[in-house]
């Protein structure tokens, strides 16, 4: 990897964009953000990274299609934490292989920091693999 723990924060909302990529700078990890899916992949293609945190309700390309771009691709791939507002039923709906953890909006800032973190740290130790740390469908909401 480029920067061991690099982490890419996709959002929508500038003022979340911000909060989360604050909350991933202070945890000590290099950070990139981008506003879609779209801009995520342009992002994915030119770095690694261990750590994808992303909100699921997006223009263009949106959470759900990203995480399908991932699954599709070939190597290792980061651990995705979802930050969503979305419905409980559609969120039961993620692939557990791949999404690492869900955390609902509004989210505890220090619960977020300490997943971001314990995800980065699983990745650095054992690589960015397809079942880093699956979420149990049951707690996911």
Known sequence: ???????????????????????????????????????AIGLLNEHDYAVIVLDLMMPH?????????????????????????????????????????VVRKPFDIEVLGDLIGAAARSSAEHGALPDVLPFRRDNAC
């Open 61 to 101: 390309i949106d959470g759900y299609e990203l995480i399908e771009h991932i699954k599709s691709t070939k190597g290792q791939r980061p651990a995705i934490i979802v930050v969503s507002a979305g419905e409980s039923a559609q969120l039961r709906k993620l692939d557990g292989s791949v999404v690492h953890s």
């Open 1 to 39: 990897m480029e920067s061991q723990g690099r982490v890419l924060v996709v959002d929508d909302e500038p003022a979340i964009r911000a909060l989360v990529a604050k909350i991933v700078e202070r945890s000590g990890h290099d950070v990139d953000t981008a506003a879609d899916g779209q801009e």
